[in-house]
Structures are given as C-alpha cells and as structure tokens.
C-alpha cells in the first residue's frame, strides 16, 4: 500500500525567500506524480504533473523534481510571494487503476 | 473551459437524516471520482466511475454510502442515514482517458450534528 510523507508539515517564511517542500512515497512502482495546492475551504489546484520517465516539471516560479528510485519529489518555489499561502498536496499516482495517495500537505504561510 | 461543479457547497444535517451531493465533471473526461477528506488530512478515495461503470469502490462503506453516474457524465454521492463521524468534505474529480491528470472541484463540507 502506497503512503506518502510531506514535510515539513507547516513552514512561515518572509515573501521573496526560495523555498523546497518535500514529499515522499513508499511504493516507487508510479506512473505519475501531481503537485496540488489547497486554500482554506477550497477545493484542490493542480499545479504540475510530473510523468515516471521526466526529473522535472516547471510552471512559471514553480519547479518540480521526481526522484522515482528513491521515492522522492520535491516542489520549489521561487521568490515567494503571500498568495502562494495555501497547503501543497503531493500526490503519486500508482496500482493499476494509477490511484492518487495524498500526503497530509505542507502549510505554507509567506509573511508580506 | 469550465471546472469540476459540486453542490452544495455547504451542508448542515442531523444525524440519521439523508443527503446526497451532486458532481457535474469537466465536459469530455469519462474518469468522476469521488474522494473524502478530513480535517488536515489528504483526499482518500471513495468511488471511481469509467463512464457510467464504478470500476473502484473498495473504500466506499456500502451499508450508508451509494453512488451513481447515469450517463456517464453527471455523477450524485448520498448518505443513508448520516453519522456525525460522516463529517468532512466530500471532494468530485474528473480526469481525461490516458492523461490521468485530476481537476478536482470545490467541495462540500458536510456537517452531521
């Protein structure tokens, strides 16, 4: 059964600052990986998909890496701005029905 | 292009009362799924429909929960009787054959009083 990680579980940061949100994943065997965010009472964004054969993935300020040997993804975000303040939800795709398993989300507060 | 469209948005109900919520999918994408997710936890699949066929529903608690997609295109979640334990928001996401990427839409936040 696939269980995914992410940490670290909240993070406050000054606007402008680069910062990695990291998500791990105990079955390597994925066909893909989705990077979401969430805001308050709101359903979820996809903000990048990132194929099995690809190591990355961009999105204006956003990068996403995946490790798949390893069963790691991380997501960069550049020059942090307030309204990137939200919960990132990383979520691998695997089994053969390509189900999603969640991770419990990043908090991400960018203090103006 | 239109997003995923769920209603209610909000819902308030006591327990052993009935509810349904309603999913409309992005137009074209034949995959609905329909996921569960509590407070400060990720979505956990319920329920996933190829057209009008459910060809997942290991995680959807059968004896209160049922589902349908008629058509294959709108799909409705109903609870039969609520527990106040069935308080969360109950999330619609639709995909497109062979690319796999989820659109989900807004949610509905149930509450069982």
């Known amino acids: 059964k696939q269980e995914v990680t992410q940490i670290p579980a909240a993070l406050s940061v000054p606007e402008g600052e680069n910062l990695v949100l990291n998500c791990s994943f105990t079955?390597?065997?994925?066909?893909?990986l989705q990077w979401f965010r969430q805001d308050p009472g709101k359903g979820l964004t996809s903000l990048l998909l990132?194929?099995?054969?690809?190591r990355e993935q961009t999105s204006g300020r956003l990068n996403a890496s995946l490790d798949k040997s390893s069963g790691r993804s991380t997501l960069y975000i550049a020059a942090s701005q307030p309204g990137d303040s939200a919960t990132y939800l990383c979520?691998?795709?695997?089994?053969?029905?390509?189900?999603?398993?969640f991770g419990s989300g990043t908090q991400l507060t960018v203090l103006p | 292009e239109a997003g995923v469209v769920q209603s209610p948005r909000y819902k308030i109900i006591e327990k052993k009362q009935p509810v349904a919520f309603w999913c409309n999918p992005i137009?074209?994408?034949?995959?609905l799924y329909w996921y569960l997710q509590n407070l400060g936890q990720g979505p956990e699949l319920l329920i996933r429909?190829?057209?009008?066929?459910?060809?997942?529903d290991s995680q959807l608690p059968k004896d209160r929960f049922s589902a349908e997609r008629l058509k294959g295109v709108d799909s409705t979640l109903k609870i039969q009787p609520a527990e106040l334990g069935d308080s969360a928001v109950y999330l619609c996401?639709?995909?497109?054959?062979?690319?796999?990427?989820?659109?989900f839409g807004p949610g509905t936040r149930l509450t069982v009083l």
């Open positions: 996401a639709s995909s497109h054959r062979g690319r796999n990427e989820q659109f």
């Open positions: 079955d390597s065997a994925i066909y893909n």
């Open positions: 979520a691998p795709a695997s089994g053969s029905a390509r189900q999603l398993t």
């Open positions: 137009s074209g994408h034949n995959t």
């Open positions: 990132i194929q099995s054969s690809q």
């Open positions: 429909y190829e057209n009008e066929e459910a060809v997942d």
